[in-house]
């Protein structure tokens, strides 16, 4: 508990390097067509991600830091796909050949909002544009409440073989609270009808720090989703945000557990799901020996994006849809975030592009480095092809974290203990220059 109050400070997540505070913005759209059309001719033969970000919700669960639309009219469902279509269009027009997909998420918001009929005619239109790779992975994510056994039909014989519900937690007064209501007779009932149409691989989110959160809580709602065996479970942080979502204003700071207590939250699941024979893969997340994640993990395979981890490793990742962020691997670009701007934009024919950094030869060797230690738990600088200028600060700083345990550092490697694992974001802290270099332009 001592490493955890000292080590306990907001740290970003790192599904990118840099990270979007400390982005450049200095990516026109003329620039990024630029860098997609040449990540295409380098990377297509690989395979390409896409990610197609559904904002709507029909009603807002107040611990949400995601961007959404919240309202009931589901007329707002075709002229949203519309403009989805007209920008994967604009990525088409851009491209040297048909794409070949081998990774497509659908997040949100809530993706099962919108129809079945709807997301057919979506991913059929795109699906029928490209190529599939055999190893593809398509995943969606689903509310409990309102997932049906038609969306998943209709998802699966499109070819997604993996789905994530959000859980959160089963504690009549912490649903209550964040206004996020699901019974476990409901998420069993979605899980059996899951597994019985064939998927294979689904995943439970949880939050720990929620308000009203307890041990016996916490305790309770893992219990019962072990006995579920779900292949793979996240167990995230509740980062409290009021500032940022409103919504959060529903309770305060008095409401949350306090840090110590937090971290005993984390411990108490965490605890459950290894006796439960779920393995530690990364951070927050945990799967059984017959999942692909597990498998990944233990062959050095797993890849990080702004998907979070995936057994896929993809160089080109096309996001479509309001706030969401492509990759060209030297380039990011964050699209508009509201859903009327983003439409007006597309339809004008242009990328909706309003945030974007274009990567320097240190920021993709820092991003190496910080995807090494989030996926493989450890990094090296053995050539100078590794190494960047602030290197020897970043390794001052890991001194004190090698005293406190967390890391391994000998002969220009660095090697993530077991306790340090809890802390690797604090680890790829030490690494992120730009991080440190905007912290001291303030005291300067």
Same mark, same amino acid.
């Given at each position: 508990?001592?490493?955890?109050?000292?080590? %306990?400070?907001?740290?970003?997540?790192?599904? &990118?390097?840099?990270?979007?505070?400390?982005?450049?913005?200095?990516?026109?759209?003329?620039?990024?067509?630029?860098?997609?059309?040449?990540?295409?001719?380098?990377? %297509?033969?690989?395979?390409?991600?896409?990610?197609?970000?559904?904002?709507?919700?029909?009603?807002?669960?107040?611990?949400?830091?995601?961007?959404?639309?919240?309202?009931? #009219?589901?007329?707002?469902?075709? =002229?949203?796909?519309?403009?989805?279509?007209?920008?994967?269009?604009?990525?088409?027009?851009?491209?040297?050949?048909?794409?070949?997909?081998?990774?497509?998420?659908?997040?949100?918001?809530?993706?099962?909002?919108?129809? =079945?009929?709807?997301?057919?005619?979506?991913?059929?239109?795109?699906?029928? &544009?490209?190529?599939?790779?055999?190893?593809?992975? +398509?995943?969606?994510?689903?509310?409990?409440?309102?997932?049906?056994?038609?969306?998943?039909?209709?998802?699966?014989?499109?070819?997604?073989?993996?789905?994530? +519900?959000?859980?959160?937690?089963?504690?009549?007064?912490?649903?209550?609270?964040? @206004?996020?209501?699901?019974?476990?007779?409901?998420?069993?009932?979605?899980?059996?009808?899951?597994?019985?149409?064939?998927?294979?691989?689904?995943?439970?989110?949880?939050?720990?720090?929620?308000?009203?959160?307890?041990?016996?809580?916490?305790?309770?709602?893992?219990?019962?989703?072990?006995?579920?065996?779900?292949?793979?479970?996240?167990?995230?942080?509740?980062?409290?945000?009021?500032?940022?979502?409103?919504?959060?204003?529903?309770?305060?700071?008095?409401?949350?557990?306090?840090?110590?207590?937090?971290?005993?939250?984390?411990?108490?699941?965490?605890?459950? +799901?290894?006796?439960?024979?779920?393995?530690?893969?990364?951070?927050?997340?945990?799967?059984?020996?017959?999942?692909?994640?597990?498998?990944?993990?233990?062959?050095?395979?797993?890849?990080?994006?702004?998907?979070?981890?995936?057994?896929?490793?993809?160089?080109?990742?096309?996001?479509?849809?309001?706030? &969401?962020?492509?990759?060209?691997?030297?380039?990011?670009?964050? %699209?508009?975030?509201?859903?009327?701007?983003?439409?007006?934009?597309? #339809?004008?024919?242009?990328?909706?592009?309003?945030?974007?950094?274009?990567?320097?030869?240190?920021?993709?060797?820092?991003?190496?480095?910080?995807?090494?230690?989030?996926?493989?738990?450890?990094?090296?600088?053995?050539?100078?092809?590794?190494?960047?200028?602030?290197?020897?600060?970043?390794?001052?700083?890991?001194?004190?974290?090698?005293?406190?345990?967390?890391?391994?550092?000998?002969?220009?490697?660095?090697?993530?203990?077991?306790?340090?694992?809890?802390?690797?974001? @604090?680890?790829?802290?030490?690494?992120?220059?730009?991080?440190?270099?905007?912290?001291? &332009?303030?005291?300067?």
């Amino acid at each position: 508990m001592d490493l955890v109050t000292k080590y %306990n400070k907001a740290v970003p997540r790192y599904t &990118s390097y840099p990270t979007v505070p400390y982005w450049d913005n200095n990516l026109t759209e003329e620039k990024w067509i630029d860098h997609i059309q040449k990540a295409f001719i380098k990377y %297509n033969a690989d395979g390409i991600s896409l990610y197609i970000h559904l904002p709507y919700c029909e009603s807002l669960c107040t611990y949400c830091a995601c961007n959404t639309r919240i309202t009931v #009219n589901h007329k707002v469902e075709l =002229p949203y796909i519309e403009s989805v279509l007209k920008e994967w269009q604009l990525y088409l027009n851009q491209f040297q050949g048909k794409p070949l997909i081998k990774e497509i998420h659908l997040g949100g918001g809530t993706p099962t909002f919108f129809s =079945p009929e709807n997301l057919t005619y979506l991913l059929s239109t795109i699906l029928n &544009s490209v190529e599939i790779s055999k190893e593809y992975d +398509f995943s969606f994510e689903g509310h409990p409440g309102n997932t049906t056994k038609e969306h998943l039909q209709a998802l699966y014989d499109l070819g997604f073989k993996r789905v994530s +519900f959000g859980i959160q937690d089963f504690d009549e007064k912490v649903q209550d609270t964040i @206004n996020r209501y699901q019974t476990f007779e409901e998420v069993k009932q979605v899980l059996d009808d899951a597994r019985q149409i064939g998927y294979t691989s689904i995943n439970f989110d949880l939050v720990y720090g929620l308000p009203y959160q307890t041990v016996e809580s916490i305790n309770d709602t893992i219990t019962k989703i072990i006995s579920l065996k779900p292949e793979r479970i996240a167990f995230y942080s509740y980062a409290h945000v009021p500032w940022l979502k409103p919504g959060q204003r529903k309770y305060s700071e008095k409401d949350l557990p306090a840090d110590s207590y937090k971290r005993s939250l984390y411990e108490t699941g965490k605890d459950l +799901f290894l006796s439960a024979n779920y393995d530690d893969i990364g951070m927050d997340h945990f799967a059984l020996p017959d999942d692909a994640l597990f498998d990944a993990s233990k062959k050095g395979l797993l890849h990080r994006n702004f998907m979070g981890y995936t057994t896929n490793t993809t160089k080109l990742l096309v996001a479509l849809g309001c706030s &969401s962020i492509s990759d060209s691997w030297d380039a990011f670009a964050q %699209n508009i975030k509201t859903v009327e701007e983003y439409q007006k934009v597309v #339809n004008e024919g242009h990328f909706p592009i309003f945030k974007g950094h274009v990567l320097t030869e240190e920021d993709l060797i820092i991003r190496q480095h910080i995807l090494n230690m989030m996926c493989k738990n450890e990094t090296s600088w053995f050539d100078d092809a590794q190494k960047f200028s602030s290197l020897p600060e970043a390794l001052e700083q890991l001194k004190d974290l090698e005293k406190d345990g967390l890391v391994t550092v000998i002969n220009e490697k660095l090697i993530v203990t077991e306790t340090g694992k809890a802390f690797l974001r @604090n680890i790829c802290l030490c690494f992120d220059t730009r991080y440190w270099a905007k912290t001291r &332009s303030r005291y300067i």
